[in-house]
């Protein structure tokens, strides 16, 4: 199946939205979320206890959650790609995502390791500035958390 120049440009930028997804939580950059979802956007993190709602609820969450880890490295790869509407520019579309997370917790000198692998299913939308995402449900794969030494 060949591609055309709009499809592989829209491939590469979901792609790279995705990355600064990532970025934005191991960085603890709240407002680079805003360069990421809609407004208006809903996100579902209850899969690992966390919370559901709009951006501005997200956020907060998780300024308050991520504390309690010392490290973060969201690690994503893999994205499936629908796309919806004209061919030659499609204004939206559903996606899913590889994420593998290890994360510490605890003592500086020998954390405890939770390490996550998981979904991210999404709804992406074309906007005047670039694809968003407008819908996040994290769907679990597998937690496992890895006592530090003592």
């Known amino acids: 199946m060949t591609m055309s120049m709009q499809e592989i440009s829209d491939r590469l930028e979901i792609q790279d939205l995705m990355v600064r997804y990532s970025y934005a939580i191991d960085n603890r950059d709240w407002d680079a979320l805003d360069d990421v979802f809609t407004p208006d956007a809903h996100i ?6 966390g919370s559901v709602g709009n951006l ?4 907060e969450f998780l300024a308050g959650a991520m504390p309690m880890f010392t490290t973060l490295q969201h690690m994503v790869s893999g994205t499936t790609l629908r796309f919806h509407g004209d061919a030659d520019a499609p204004d939206s579309a559903d996606a899913k995502t590889q994420c593998h997370n290890p994360m510490t917790m605890g003592d500086a000198e020998k954390p405890d390791l939770m390490v996550c692998g998981l979904w991210y299913v999404d709804k992406l939308v074309r906007t005047d500035d670039g694809w968003r995402i407008k819908e996040r449900v994290e769907e679990s794969v597998y937690m496992r958390i890895f006592p530090g030494k003592s």
């Open 44 to 49: 579902d993190y209850s899969v690992f206890g």
């Open 56 to 59: 501005a609820e997200t956020k």
